[in-house]
């Protein structure tokens, strides 16, 4: 059996089509285009790229991008004093203060200074609370881009086991809620569960967040199994998920690529969770699917 390759980029272009739409009539309806600030310290590389490529799928969808540039040696009560201008400025929907920050600030704080209402990325403890809890939040971009692939494979999610492998609160603790939300039964595999491979064998949807390159074999996948990749991994290969894919693909139902698969998507759905803040803040109904 040969897997169905899962189409991240066209899913996601699909999800910024349809947020763009809603930016439209969102602007013709209110009278004002909702916002994305982005707050970046220091001169890290791949943040950089990360920052550029949101700046433009924000304007991509018809919203407006608003970057703030700070140096390496910024203070953190200057970011804090930044994080409560944006928190104050009505024009501003959504806040992301790119990750990773230089050591000398202290990273808790700063995002447990964003309005939670404006947390976009949905790292504020509040929202982590809202999510498990059942509340209406906002949810980490890539675990929410997750569960909307998976949505696109399985019309039902309840009943399923669902084995979540890696606990970060940026992708797996967040990741096991959603799917636990959905009805699944849900296992979370990490650095020091005692045999990985037997979680793994028993699940019918895999989501692999490790950030080990090849870490899951085709032989720990169940046949017809969905598997969703979140690594990304840099080898002389090049980028590589956490899935030997090769192997996985011959045994799986569906399974993510990377690159293509699961990236793409987290984009795609910061640019969501912004235009579901704007939507929030000016009390108008956000579009089914979304
Ligand atoms: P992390 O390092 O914070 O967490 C990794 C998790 O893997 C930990 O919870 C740890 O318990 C678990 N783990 C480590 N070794 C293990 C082992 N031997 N067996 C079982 N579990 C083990 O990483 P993260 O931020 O969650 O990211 C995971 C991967 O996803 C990375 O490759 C990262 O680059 C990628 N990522 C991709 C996107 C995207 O948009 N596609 C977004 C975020 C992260």
Known sequence: MTATIIDGRAQAAALRATVAGGVAAFVAARGRTPGLAVVLVGEDPASSVYVRSKGRATREAGMVGFEHRLAADTTETVLLALVAQLNADPAVDGILVQLPLPA????????????????????????????????????????????????????????????????????????????????????????????????????????????????????????????????????DEGLVGDVDFASAAAIAGAITPVPGGVGPMTIACLIRNTYVSACRREGVAVEKGL
Not at 118 to 136: E, M, Q, W, Y
Not at 146 to 173: F, Q
Not at 203 to 218: K, P
Request: aromatic share 4%; net charge neutral.
């Open 104 to 235: 000398h600030i202290d990273t808790a704080r700063v995002i447990e200074a964003i309005d939670p209402d404006k947390d976009v990325d949905g790292f504020h403890p509040v929202n982590a609370g809202r999510l498990a809890t059942g509340l209406p939040g906002f949810v980490p971009c890539t675990p929410l881009g997750c569960l909307m692939l998976l949505r696109g494979v399985h019309s039902h999610l309840a009943g399923l086991e669902a084995v979540v492998v890696g606990r970060s609160n940026i992708v797996g603790k967040p990741m096991a809620q959603l799917v636990l939300a959905e009805s699944c039964t849900v296992t979370v595999v990490h650095s020091r569960t005692r045999d990985a491979r037997a979680h793994v064998r028993r699940a019918d949807i895999v989501v692999a967040a490790v950030g080990i390159a090849g870490f899951i074999g085709g032989d720990w996948i169940k046949p017809g199994a969905t598997v969703i990749d979140v690594g990304i991994n840099r080898t």
